[in-house]
C-alpha cells in the first residue's frame, strides 16, 4: 500500500529555483534497443535509443529521434521501418554497449548474442530476448536539427508470452524493465499504485 506520506495534498513548503541552461533533462525515459535492416542489402542493426515516446492511440504511433550520423538512420531512411525492443535488466548490458558501438564496424547481434528473430509485419528482425517488440512503419520524418524524428505508425506488437497473466493482460511490470535518466540508468522499483489510483475510493475491511 501506499505510505501515507504519499497520499493526499501537497503541503507547502519553500522551494528555491536556480535556472538551469535549456538542455534535454526530461527524465526518467526508457532506454530502448531499435532494431533495422535486414532487407535492402542492409545487415540486421540495433541502436540504443532514449528520445522515444508514445504519440499517438488511434492510430497506435511512437516516435524515435535518430541523429543523421548513426549508422541506423540511413538504414531506417531507405526501409522506413524498425522495431523498438524495451530491455529488461538482462538486456542492460547489451543496451549500453549497443549505443556505444556502431553497425558500421561491428555485428552487434553476433557480439551481444542477442537473437534476431522474425518480426511479423514488418521485414526487419526484432530481439528475441526483449520482453516487448514493437514493429513500426515510418509515416513521417521531420529534421528538427541535430535529430531527425521518426513518426511511425506500430504496425505489430509482440510480447513475451510469460508476461501475459491466466486472463491475457500484460504484467509489464514482471519484466523487470529499466530507466535512464540524466546519464544513468535505473532499475524500476515498486509500485505507487495503479494509473488512476488518486482517485480510487480505498475497499475498508468488512464494506460491501
Ligand atoms: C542510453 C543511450 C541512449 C541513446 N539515445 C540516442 C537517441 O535517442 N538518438 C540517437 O541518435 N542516438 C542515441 N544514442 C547513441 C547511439 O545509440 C549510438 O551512437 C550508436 O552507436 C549508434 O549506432 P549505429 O551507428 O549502429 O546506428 C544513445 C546511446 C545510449 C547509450
Redesign the pocket.
Known amino acids: 500500500m501506499m505510505p501515507k506520506s504519499l497520499r493526499g495534498r501537497i503541503k507547502p513548503k519553500p522551494v528555491e529555483k536556480k535556472s538551469f541552461k535549456p538542455g534535454n533533462v526530461l527524465a526518467p525515459v526508457p532506454?530502448v534497443l531499435v532494431s533495422c535492416g535486414g532487407t535492402h542489402g542492409f545487415k540486421p542493426?540495433?541502436?540504443?535509443?532514449?528520445?522515444?515516446g508514445s504519440i499517438c492511440s488511434d492510430p497506435p504511433m511512437l516516435s524515435?529521434?535518430?541523429?543523421p550520423?548513426?549508422?541506423?538512420?540511413g538504414?531506417i531512411q531507405a526501409t522506413q521501418e524498425f522495431a523498438v525492443n524495451i530491455p529488461s535488466l538482462a538486456q542492460a548490458y547489451a543496451?549500453?554497449w549497443?549505443?556505444?558501438?556502431?553497425?558500421?564496424n561491428v555485428d552487434?547481434f553476433a557480439e551481444t548474442g542477442l537473437t534476431p528473430a522474425q518480426s511479423s509485419k514488418v521485414q526487419c528482425p526484432i530481439v528475441l530476448e526483449c520482453p516487448v517488440n514493437i514493429e513500426c512503419r515510418v509515416q513521417q520524418s521531420l529534421n528538427l536539427g541535430s535529430?531527425t524524428l521518426f513518426l511511425a505508425e506500430v504496425a505489430a506488437v509482440q510480447v513475451s508470452a510469460d508476461l501475459l497473466d491466466a486472463k491475457g493482460k500484460l504484467r509489464l511490470e514482471k519484466a523487470g524493465l529499466l530507466a535512464?535518466a540524466v546519464g544513468q540508468?535505473f532499475a524500476l522499483g515498486r509500485s505507487l499504485g495503479r494509473f488512476g489510483f488518486s482517485v480510487k475510493k480505498s475497499k475498508k475491511k468488512g464494506s460491501r
Open positions: 532506454a542493426n540495433l541502436i540504443t535509443i532514449a528520445w522515444t524515435i529521434a535518430v541523429r550520423e548513426r549508422y541506423s538512420y538504414i543496451t549500453d549497443c549505443g556505444m558501438k556502431s553497425g558500421r552487434k535529430h535512464f540508468y
